[in-house]
């Protein structure tokens, strides 16, 4: 997830009554930079700027973690009015009283969401899109397709790797799987995968936090391997570069990614709009189609090209694994602190 620093408002415009005045209300945004900036511009902030007459400035700050951090910090006056998060930060904020509530009654579209993804993010988040951590690695440097996440292990891939630090959740996910790869599990017996972590990191380049830069070791050739969300990885596909991605045997885990509203905004009812908004049918396929992810609306056209490479908690349940997303929140300072002892030295 990338983080470049951007003042971000959306100006409505409400008309006086009887006096012929305007008003210009602020809404400030959270979210991310890198493709997914100019996606979200192109796909949803343009259509909603010509719909409603809104001025839209975007604001990319901080990974999820770090944008939650934030809101607790300010006990929910973060400073922006909506944020983009995921459904661990979604069942925390609701737990610590810190986001607001979400309900049909004021966001109509919340009803068209398919019940247990909506269900993954709680009562405060808008599921607007679901991904996975996939292995993307390239095509022409790999002798054989890997098939596993111990693939990562493999010997032509020392100092071929390069790794996410664990700002980033997808860094979490992945000590998970090569937990639950070498006998582990997802919560409560993690030691396998901090053990496959250590040695992962051993091939590693190093780490980094940016989405964007991850993929841009990828894309200049000197790493060869990665885990990366699959609608990242799969806009690289289409670009024609020489690399693909899979879903490991062994399964993944979902990324359900959320529209959030701190308790302290100043602008709630714009912020629902917006969400409002974002829900919406032909929105939710721009977005699929643009940002080649998977929805939580099942009434949605998905291109072809897209619809083998999707996984959805119904078909696939078998195949993707998740976590109790508030322990898994309260295992992190933990396991934060034994990932800067026992897996980052391995890699210098």
Known sequence: MGAKRMLASICLTVSGIGSGSA????????????????????RIIEPFEKRFNIDVVYDAVGSAQQDYAKIKATKGQPGFDLVVMTASQSLQGCKDGLLEKLAPTSIPNLSALQADLAAVAGECGAVHEVQYLSLLYRTDK????????????EPELSKRVILPTFQNIMAVYLLEMMSVTNGGDLIDNVDPGFDAMAKVSAQ???????????????????????????????LMVDEGLPVDYISPKEGTIPLVATLNIPVGAANKEAARKFIEFFLEKSSQEAWVAGYRVGSARVDISV???????????????????????LRLQEKLPEWAERWERDVVPNAR
């Open 23 to 42: 008003e210009a209300e602020t809404l400030i945004i959270n979210s991310y930079g890198g493709p997914y900036e100019g996606i979200i511009r192109e």
């Open 142 to 153: 790999l002798a054989t397709i890997p098939v596993s996440w111990n693939a990562l292990l």
């Open 204 to 234: 590693s380049v190093g780490f980094e936090q940016s989405s964007a830069i991850l993929e841009s070791y990828l894309r200049e050739g000197s790493v060869w391997a990665m885990p990366f969300w699959n609608g990242r990885a799969q």
């Open 303 to 325: 291109p072809d090209e897209l619809k083998d490479r999707q996984l959805t908690a119904g078909p696939d349940g078998d195949r993707l694994h998740l976590p109790d997303l």
